[in-house]
């Protein structure tokens, strides 16, 4: 089972975190969340037990517990939902290349000063 902890420490380290969950069964793996540019912690993770029983019980005795000065929660993980993908460059035209002035992209005349 996945287990999803948030509101950690951000100095916490994953071997502070398995240790936490040992207690309670055998953990398969430990991840904390961290920044790609920074490499600093987000403040949470995920701990992975084979034991379905052994993780309710984790769940059900850390949840709001204190764990490095942090009241911490801990549930059961979800499926990480579809997100949409923002990107920043502008749509593509009917030959499948990028349209840099918006002007054409809404029909206008590129030269507004040349009327005749």
């Not at 398995?18 to 987000?42: C, M, P, R």
């Not at 037990?49 to 993980?77: C, H, P, W």
């Not at 990480?80 to 990028?98: G, Y």
């Amino acid at each position: 089972m996945n287990i999803f902890v948030a509101k950690l420490n951000f100095k916490t380290k994953e071997s502070e975190l398995q240790e936490l969950f040992e207690a309670y069964g055998e953990v398969n793996s430990v991840k904390i969340i961290t920044d790609q540019a920074t490499g600093k912690s987000k403040g949470f993770g995920f701990v992975e037990m084979n034991d379905s029983a052994e993780a309710l019980e984790a769940i059900k005795q850390l949840d709001d517990t204190d764990f490095g000065g942090y009241r911490i929660v801990v549930k059961e993980a979800r499926p990480r939902e579809e997100r949409p993908s923002f990107n920043s460059r502008p749509p593509r035209d009917r030959n499948n290349e990028r349209s840099f002035n918006r002007r054409e992209d809404f029909g206008e005349r590129k030269d507004r000063h040349n009327r005749f």
